[in-house]
């Protein structure tokens, strides 16, 4: 197949290593084309996507519906109804979870779901264990044998004019995790995959970094990491504390049991379509005691650990699977 310039229009240059994994994927899943990644369409590209992430709207859709050249949605998530019309003229339609397809199905959309195009990157343990040795050895803390990486979401801190009882749920929150991690045999290290204000979770992680008490056996990562270190990072840790999607997809991805704090439509969209609810743990009624039970068993749990090794490879074999089908 002749190579072509491809335009993937999405969330890109924000400093979200969730949506910057994509710059990665894409060429992973269609290694034959030259990709460039912008948030509006370009000119003169051969064919165009929009994706990956959950970055459809109806001005974004309209003005798609002005380019007259192959188009496509791919790896995205369809968070609401949309107008039938928006997605006329498209040559393939791929969403990432469950709800998205019945969203698309209500309206007559024909679409195929597909795991997240992220699920074709590799990872690196070695190196991201010369990462995690270097980052303790640096600030000279002391390294567990047990590590768990900690992902903790800035949307979950209130915004300005949030209600007391907003305030309140995140100060809990903060401090049950806190006495979490204090409780739980490992060193914890605390990894921003936003790093833009307002959502820069240096700042979160660093709330509930702060607040424990053992901190000389946890490191925060405040660098902006690229993508490629933070998967290899996770691939190489015992467990993950997850708050984004993309947390949990890499850990997914790299078969490291992790704990979802879910509190968006996204990761419970994510753990229905890959039929790994039971690792959920709600933002809003987050409890430390049942934290601390999940932790120690899923750094000691080896069936856990086999589970979601299965999991990663049934996802990675589907995603391989239909990209041999899709002609862009």
């Known amino acids: 197949m002749d190579s072509c310039k491809v335009n993937v229009v999405g969330w890109y240059d924000n400093r979200n290593c969730g949506d910057e994994s994509y710059k990665k994927a894409f060429p992973k899943v269609f290694p034959e084309h030259n990709f460039i990644f912008t948030s509006k369409p370009v000119e003169n590209a051969d064919s165009y996507i929009i994706g990956g992430g959950d970055v459809l709207t109806t001005s974004l859709l309209e003005l798609f519906s002005k380019i007259n050249k192959p188009k496509h949605i791919m790896s995205v998530t369809v968070s609401k109804i949309f107008d039938k019309n928006l997605f006329d003229n498209y040559k393939t339609i791929i969403v990432r979870d469950l709800n998205s397809k019945k969203n698309l199905d209500e309206i007559g959309v024909e679409s195929f779901i597909c795991p997240d195009f992220s699920f074709s990157l590799d990872y690196n343990k070695n190196n991201g264990q010369n990462i995690i040795n270097k980052l303790f050895e640096k600030e000279g803390r002391n390294l567990y044998e047990k590590r768990i990486a900690v992902i903790v979401n800035a949307h979950l801190i209130p915004p300005h004019g949030s209600t007391a009882y907003e305030q309140q749920r995140f100060e809990r929150f903060a401090f049950d995790l806190s006495i979490a991690i204090d409780e ?145």
């Open 184 to 328: 739980t045999p490992a060193s914890f290290i605390f990894i921003p995959f936003g790093t833009k204000q307002p959502w820069d979770d240096r700042i979160s992680n660093g709330i509930v970094s702060q607040r424990c008490k053992w901190w000389k056996k946890n490191v925060i990562i405040f660098d902006e990491l690229n993508v490629q270190d933070t998967i290899d990072i996770i691939s190489s840790c015992d467990a993950v504390v997850s708050s984004r999607l993309h947390s949990s997809i890499f850990s997914t991805i790299t078969g490291t049991p992790f704990v979802d704090i879910t509190h968006n439509h996204k990761n419970k969209n994510f753990l229905e379509t890959i039929g790994y609810e039971k690792v959920s743990i709600g933002f809003g009624d987050f409890n430390k005691t049942k934290t601390v039970l999940m932790l120690k068993d899923l750094i000691t749990n080896k069936s856990i650990l086999e589970e979601i090794q299965n999991i990663s490879l049934i996802n990675k074999l589907s995603l391989k699977e239909l990209s041999k089908n899709i002609i862009i």
